[in-house]
């Protein structure tokens, strides 16, 4: 059985401001928060992150990590937002797993639908009402047929590299066995700092539409897996959601959620062996949910 998530706590490692996507550095406004009271009421970041690493239990491996999202502010000088920049890399809290890769599964469409929506905008292809019913049904639905049209016709390994790129995501890539999408490689910490940085690095209006059909998932797949586990039905609300699930690379099963809620993002990626059945799987990645599901906002300055 594979080693169970550690349960050591560390807030998220700060990186040198310089080490930023300039696009990140040129808009990146963050609200600043103490490691230990990230949240206006409620447990700090740490102990919610330990709850649910704990409440996953030995089943196999969870990856969690929570963190705020980012938000717009006009007029900070270049030294400000280098300041903010390096305070926010250190603003979340993980588990000791955030750096681990896992194969993404389904949340690599989030990475292509964001790719060819930047590709829209600016002017590198024309995207039909058509093709925008096929993003959302990639999203909302998790349907692989669209999410394999797309991969195809805009060429996935080179959306993969060109969001990981301008979003620093230093442990993604594309999959090593070219058109197996579903093998894309990322980390929780990647995955955390995609969907943070969302609102600054795309153009708004890209980033509410994709946020947008995260916020309508189908309750189930269209292969028929039911969406319902992890933080989609745990988090209060409406938050906005993606789900992953596939078996089996490497003789195990990976179920993976995230969400955009309250101003804060949250990620679980997990793994079990392929003996373990999808009932169990969800079945601890449901009492991870918990603890992080219900984070409120983040304070702001």
């Not at 963190?67 to 250190?90: F, I």
Request: hydrophobic share 50%; with cysteine; proline share 8%.
């Amino acid at each position: 059985m594979p080693a169970v998530a550690s349960q050591r706590l560390r807030p998220r490692r700060a990186r040198a401001a310089a080490a930023l996507p300039a696009a990140l550095l040129a808009t990146l406004v963050m609200t600043v928060l103490p490691a230990r009271t990230a949240a206006a009421s409620g447990p700090p970041l740490g102990e919610a992150v330990a709850a649910a690493a704990s409440a996953f239990g030995p089943t196999g491996t969870v990856a969690v990590v929570v963190t705020p999202q980012h938000s717009r502010v006009a007029g900070l000088t270049a030294r400000a937002v280098e300041a903010r920049a390096t305070r926010l890399m250190a603003a979340g809290a993980d588990n000791g797993q955030a750096d681990r890769v896992f194969p993404t599964a389904s949340l690599v469409k989030l990475f292509v639908a964001e790719g060819i929506l930047h590709r829209a905008r600016t002017g590198q292809v024309t995207l039909s009402p058509g093709d925008l019913a096929t993003l959302q049904e990639m999203i909302s639905h998790s349907s692989d047929p669209a999410a394999s049209q797309m991969w195809v016709r805009f060429d996935g390994e080179g959306l993969v590299r060109d969001v990981a790129a301008r979003y620093g995501l230093g442990g993604t890539a594309p999959p090593r066995v070219r058109g197996q999408w579903g093998e894309t490689t990322t980390t929780a910490r990647d995955l955390a700092r995609f969907l943070a940085a969302l609102p600054v690095v795309a153009h708004p209006d890209d980033a509410a539409t994709l946020t947008g059909w995260m916020a309508a998932p189908a309750p189930a797949g269209a292969d028929g897996f039911d969406q319902r586990f992890g933080l989609l039905g745990t988090v209060p609300g409406t938050p906005a959601v993606k789900q992953g699930w596939m078996c089996c690379v490497g003789g195990r099963r990976h179920l993976h959620s995230v969400a955009i809620t309250n101003g804060m993002v949250v990620v679980l990626l997990s793994e079990v062996p392929r003996s373990v059945g999808w009932t169990a799987a969800r079945a601890a990645l449901d009492a991870a949910a918990g603890p992080v599901a219900a984070i409120p906002p983040p304070v702001r300055p």
